[in-house]
């Protein structure tokens, strides 16, 4: 029998929501577990208190408290030529403070060597927190896919660095389920969750809006989930980061992600569907 699978609420499913909206949300609908959005990742996005002791952030302990709701991870941390590790020890504190387990990290610094040390140093910041940096590979970035992803990882030689697969990037990217038979089991502690047409966006518009905007619930696009779900640790929790199109109210469509991600589980394994 396969171990039960926690879900969790991604931030990018309901962006619009507050960390503190977000976990009522979570807790409304039946999660268990949340990823938040502390840092904006675009301009574009809300931009909002979310680090240190701000209300925000009291707010939104409260929240978790009084639900019962877990964080697993927070975002979004950005390596980039210029930037400075030692910056990001309020957000790692915040995670803390939040109990998350995981934090995302994006690669923007072409200089593979230098990334790495940047990489391993988030790590070492990180790791008397308990938290588990895991760096994201995105086709638009300069890790775009899984096997530089491993390589960021390896060089950085951390105990506590990960990786995060997404189904939408890993496909986008040209990944291949072989790839993932090099990458160590402890290197993938989760991974997102989302279904996507099978045909690859031919333009960079069009990848950044279906990944940002226009995801699928599982099971109604083309990625080979069975696949990629056979090749993870069976235990790792998956965060359902699925972006719809439809113009639908933020619970509505966190309940759908949920109901869906459970009804592929079950229709995919005997075993039962999960904990969330």
């Known amino acids: 029998m396969s171990p039960p699978r926690t879900l969790s609420l991604a931030a990018l499913t309901v962006l619009e929501?507050?960390?503190?909206?977000?976990?009522?949300?979570?807790?409304?609908?039946?999660?268990?577990?949340?990823?938040?959005?502390?840092?904006?990742?675009?301009?574009?996005?809300?931009?909002?208190?979310?680090?240190?002791?701000?209300?925000?952030?009291?707010e939104t302990e409260a929240a978790l408290r009084?639900?019962?709701?877990?964080?697993l991870d927070v975002e979004i941390v950005r390596l980039r030529p210029e930037t400075d590790v030692?910056?990001?020890?309020?957000?790692?504190?915040?995670?803390?403070r939040l109990g998350a387990r995981h934090v995302l990290v994006a690669g923007h610094d072409p200089d593979p060597a230098r990334l790495?040390?940047?990489?391993?140093?988030?790590?070492?910041?990180?790791a008397p927190l308990g938290i588990v940096p895991c760096?994201?590979?995105?086709?638009w970035t300069e890790v775009p896919d899984l096997l530089q992803a491993a390589r960021i990882v390896r060089a950085a030689a951390q105990p506590n660095a990960g990786l995060l697969v997404d189904p939408i990037h890993f496909d986008r990217a040209g990944s291949e389920l072989s790839d993932l038979a090099s990458i160590a089991p402890a290197w993938l502690p989760y991974l997102q969750f989302c279904d996507a047409p099978a045909a690859r966006p031919t333009s960079l518009p069009e990848l950044l809006r279906q990944a940002?905007?226009?995801?699928?619930?599982?099971g109604h696009g083309g990625l080979d989930l069975r696949g990629l779900l056979a090749a993870m640790p069976p235990a790792a929790p998956l965060s359902l980061e699925i972006p719809l199109a439809a113009r639908l109210p933020a619970r509505q469509r966190a309940a759908?992600?949920?109901?869906?991600?459970?009804?592929?589980?079950?229709?995919?394994?005997p075993s039962p569907a999960d904990t969330g």
């Open 256 to 269: 759908l992600a949920l109901q869906a991600t459970r009804a592929w589980l079950a229709a995919s394994s």
């Open 212 to 218: 940002r905007a226009d995801r699928l619930l599982p």
């Open 66 to 71: 009084d639900s019962g709701v877990q964080v």
């Open 135 to 139: 760096i994201e590979p995105m086709p």
């Open 86 to 96: 030692a910056a990001f020890a309020a957000l790692l504190d915040t995670a803390a």
């Open 17 to 58: 929501l507050s960390p503190a909206e977000q976990v009522a949300c979570a807790a409304a609908t039946g999660y268990s577990h949340v990823g938040l959005r502390l840092v904006a990742a675009t301009p574009a996005e809300p931009q909002r208190e979310a680090v240190g002791d701000t209300p925000l952030v009291r």
């Open 116 to 126: 790495a040390q940047q990489f391993a140093r988030l790590c070492e910041l990180a």
